[in-house]
């Protein structure tokens, strides 16, 4: 290795340096000279490697592995085609039948999802989905090798969401952030008032892993790699939704918002006909 030669040069040269005695000539004081500067070299060298290799240990954990979609069809999430993706199943906010669609790639462990959730989702919320121009879908991504509980927080989130509680789960998860043990997220299941025996047969169920895993498979096939990610774009018929934007990254409501002016100018806003 690169490394290994230079500290077996540095000691041979070290060598000589400690031969002169006390009698010091201008070429052996170069030469020692030439010793400290190699071992400056050396240690920066050392610095730079260890960046290096924790910047490819975290790209790394960042992968997510492809997932192959379920066979189920009960199993919503999978995506069409390269340009469109399936809501039919997902979590959704606001008016059925908006035109416009975002659809968030999230991880309740990812700090940057909080953030987003934190400073901007309420401004999304006031200005276009309370007033039905826009839908609001939650597809799951998490982050296992990062986030050891993020499957198990979605999974919880799955199974609020079939007593109906999807949104006030994923509040309370989202506001919690760090590792989730199962006591704290039966906690949270208590504190928003759901049927405790269900939630926890539900935890127990492989469909909702599965129902996960779609989502992940999903992003894999979009090309999303990180959270949060937003997909904006047209509902389409059979609950399919034509990607036009894509937004990465907890952005302040400002970006937001110009997208989905855009996206709303393109035709005509408001409500399809049912």
């Known amino acids: 290795m690169i490394v290994t030669s230079c500290r077996r040069g540095a000691l041979a040269v070290a060598l ?12 052996s004081s170069e030469a020692c000279a030439n ?24 790209v790394l954990m960042q992968m997510v ?5 379920p066979a189920d069809p009960s199993v919503a999430g999978s995506v069409e085609s390269d340009g469109q993706v399936s809501i039919v199943g997902s979590a959704m906010l606001g ?8 659809v968030e790639f999230s991880d309740f462990q990812c700090p940057f999802c909080r953030r987003y959730y934190e400073e901007t989702f309420a401004q999304i919320k006031a200005r276009y989905i309370d007033s039905g121009k826009l839908s609001y879908v939650v597809k799951h991504m998490p982050l296992e090798r990062v986030h ?11 199974c609020a969401g079939s007593q109906g509680k999807f949104w006030e789960m994923r509040h309370r998860l989202l506001s919690l952030g760090s590792p989730m043990s199962a006591a704290q997220l039966v906690a949270e299941a208590s504190a928003i008032k759901i049927n405790l025996g269900d939630f926890t047969q539900c935890l127990a169920n492989p469909s909702m892993e599965r129902k996960v895993r779609a989502d992940i498979s999903a992003a894999v096939t ?14 389409q018929t059979k609950g399919t939704v034509t990607i036009d934007q894509r937004i990465e990254g907890a952005l302040p409501f400002a970006a937001f918002a110009s997208a989905v002016d855009v996206a709303l100018t393109r035709g ?3 409500l399809r006909p049912r």
């Open 16 to 27: 000589v340096c400690m031969s002169t005695g006390s009698v010091q000539t201008q070429q």
């Open 65 to 69: 592995r492809p997932v192959t979609p």
């Open 35 to 58: 010793v400290d500067a190699l071992k400056r070299g050396q240690e920066q060298l050392a610095k730079d490697v260890g960046e290096l290799k924790r910047l490819m240990q975290t």
């Open 268 to 270: 005509d806003a408001g």
């Open 95 to 102: 008016h059925p039948t908006a035109e416009i669609v975002m």
């Open 222 to 235: 979009l090309g999303v790699h990180a959270t949060p990610t937003f997909l904006l774009g047209r509902l």
């Open 148 to 158: 050891g509980t993020s499957m198990f927080a979605a999974v919880s989130a799955e």
